[in-house]
């Protein structure tokens, strides 16, 4: 692992910038800064999003474990719920319906000259987020732990080795691709 | 090389693939997972402070999640950044206030466009700071690690999505 660069706060700064740059850019040539690539896809009559987001999963699956097995990565696995997790996922969901942008391709689009996606959208999560800041408590209190089941992974969860599922999932996930481009995505 | 960088779209597959290998990146270099939406609370919790104060660190959330430019805070302003810079090498950069799917179900009129995304905007914020993430933090990062919890994020966004979408476009708009 690469330490001694991991505790340089300037460094890590830049490097982010630098990354968000690239990001932004593959979003942007992968279509999916645009409200009506998005939104064809909620309306299920495209399937950009899901090819691009699916060959990110199965490429970056397979890259961040080789990286894992070499010692010169840590994994960062989210913890859940399903008071948390489902039901965030699905007011997310919600959100991602009406505006047709998520946090990251909101701020694609803004890139991309859409006004929309910055007077409506960014303002609307910078909000939201807040609302959820100050809620936060209360419903830390009572719904955000229902049904906790930590920071598992799947692999874990099976008690198996990591590549006895990255191997069958990046194909899966492959698998997937082929089926939506055969059927017309 | 330049030809490639000034093609209006990429193969979705290829935009994909260099999406997987630029987290791979993020892992090794920066120990980070690519993810957006926890730079969203950090914006919130500084315009907060700007406007009440130094106490508004001392909010439960924020003591999680400080108001403070961080490494994901910088990566969503290079995201902006590169998205133009893709734009504009293609001659795709435009400015749209209301864009032609919404105009051709709900007509030009930007007010209710803006209403709507801003609403949107609302329950993104608040979902993915409930859920913990968004579909950059879960529904790639976390996926890719096959992280139980961003299995059951991705698939809700979805499910929200498509229906929100759906009754926005074929029931609303009919």
Known sequence: MLKGLHSRRKAQLFIGFLAGIAFGFLLQKGGVTRYDVIIAQLLLEDWTVLQVMLSAVAVGMVGVHLLHSLGLAKLHPKTGSLGATALGGLIFGVGFGLLGYCPGTVAGAVGNGYLDALAGGVVGTVVGAGMFAAWFPKLQASILRKGEFGDVTLPQLLKVRAWVVVVPAAAFLVGLLALIDLLGG | ?174
């Open chain 2, 1 to 174: 090389m330049m030809e490639w960088l000034t093609m209006p779209q990429w193969s979705p597959y290829v935009a994909g693939a260099g999406i997987g290998l630029l987290s791979c990146l993020t892992f090794l270099l920066s120990d980070k997972p690519l993810g957006c939406s926890t730079a969203f609370a950090r914006s919130s919790g500084m315009i907060e402070k700007l406007l009440r104060g130094r106490q508004v660190a001392d909010k439960p959330y924020y003591q999680q999640v400080e108001p403070v430019v961080d490494w994901q805070w910088m990566l969503v302003v290079g995201v902006v950044l590169g998205a133009f810079l893709s734009a504009m090498l293609s001659g795709q950069f435009e400015l749209v206030l209301v864009p032609s799917r919404w105009a051709t179900a709900f007509g030009t009129g930007s007010l209710v466009r803006l209403v709507t995304a801003f609403v949107g905007g609302v329950f993104l914020g608040f979902g993915a700071r409930w859920a913990g993430g968004c579909t950059s933090g879960h529904g790639i990062s976390g996926t890719l690690q096959l992280a139980l919890s961003s299995w059951l994020a991705v698939v809700c966004f979805f499910v929200g999505g498509v229906a929100a979408a759906m009754l926005l476009f074929h029931v609303i708009a009919g």
